[in-house]
């Protein structure tokens, strides 16, 4: 979904439930936080450090998979590495 603008981004992702990953921390951080204090739904966003290398975000999203449910992920903006 590269291109897409954040704010469709977020509605197609808190519509079908889905977490985001992304390495944007210039403008949909921003928007998933107004989306979240304007009281819209949104499923969670894990944003993913530019130097986090691609092994290390496996082994933090496997274990954030294997320790906690989807839904405890609404409304948060996380960062990896935890």
């Not at 530019?50 to 092994?55: A, C, E, H, M, Q």
Request: net charge negative; glycine share 8%.
């Amino acid at each position: 979904m590269t291109g897409v603008d954040d704010l469709i981004l977020l509605q197609w992702a808190a519509r079908h439930k889905r977490i985001l990953l992304t390495h944007d921390v210039q403008t949909l951080i921003g928007f998933a936080w107004e989306s979240v204090r304007a009281g819209n739904p949104m499923a969670g966003v894990i944003v993913l450090g530019r130097n986090l290398r691609v092994s290390e975000a496996i082994e933090e999203l496997l274990l954030m998979a294997e320790c906690s449910e989807p839904e405890e992920w609404a409304g948060v903006v996380a960062y990896l590495p935890l």
